[in-house]
């Protein structure tokens, strides 16, 4: 059975850093593209990053550029998110989510929730 | 990288058919046949329930099917049920592995 377990979230005061881990099992982790998925309380989902199986190519939404860095580690099964100069508008349930071969996102885990507040 | 456009709530009855619309641009919903729909209930994380504009995933209902037409893709549920009550997104490829998801729809089962 596929696991994509997120953890790391929490309260954090605006401009801090906090680093997000989505931990995978049951798949060949180092075969599939990766991606991170927010949803702020009460609104829509917003793509964030992502980044390919072998880290070669990473992308990331225009509002986070040079504040998050996402990173794999496939000996690990792991992947993250390391958020800094975190804004009030980061603030959102942030899902990892495995890419398949059809350009969607076809395995999530079950989210964890980030709170930017003074 | 604008939010794909859904209308916020679409009801139904039992038994009944909707359709949830998606409208993009030439640059993502237009330029490839790489749509995707989700479904979330509250407080869950999303489900993939169309793939690559038309195509159910396994043990997804045949209730739902998928279409595109230029920049418009959309979601149809047929036999409405009460397990259907849920957020539903699209979400469009938009190249070099980025995607934009669509502004989500509500859909009550009256």
């Known amino acids: 059975e596929v696991q994509l377990v997120e953890s790391g979230g929490g309260l954090v005061k605006p401009g801090g850093s906090l680093r997000l881990s989505c931990a995978a099992s049951?798949?060949?982790?180092?075969?599939?593209?990766m991606n991170w998925v927010r949803q702020a309380p009460g609104k829509g989902l917003e793509w964030v990053s992502s980044?390919?199986?072998?880290?070669?190519?990473?992308y990331y939404v225009d509002s986070v550029k040079g504040r998050f860095t996402i990173s794999r580690d496939n000996a690990k099964n792991s992947l993250y998110l390391q958020m800094n100069s975190l804004r009030a508008e980061d603030t959102a349930v942030y899902y990892c989510?495995?890419?398949?071969?059809?350009?969607?996102?076809?395995?999530w885990g079950q989210g964890t929730l980030l709170t930017i507040s003074s | 990288q604008s939010a794909l456009t859904q209308p916020a709530s679409v009801s139904g009855s039992p038994g009944q058919s909707i359709t949830i619309s998606c409208t993009g641009t030439s640059s993502d919903v237009g330029s490839y046949n790489l749509v995707s729909w989700y479904r979330q209930h509250p407080g869950k994380a999303p489900k993939l329930m169309i793939s690559?504009?038309?195509k159910r995933p396994s043990g997804v209902s045949n209730r739902f099917s998928g279409s595109k037409s230029g920049n418009t893709a959309s979601l149809t549920i047929s036999g409405l049920q009460a397990e259907d009550e849920a957020d539903y997104y699209c979400?469009?490829?938009?190249?070099?592995?980025?995607?934009?998801f669509g502004t989500g729809t509500k859909v009550t089962v009256l």
């Open positions: 989510a495995r890419e398949s071969s059809n350009f969607d996102l076809d395995q």
């Open positions: 690559e504009v038309s």
């Open positions: 980044i390919s199986s072998s880290s070669n190519y990473i």
């Open positions: 049951g798949f060949t982790f180092s075969s599939y593209s």
């Open positions: 979400c469009s490829y938009a190249g070099s592995s980025t995607y934009v």
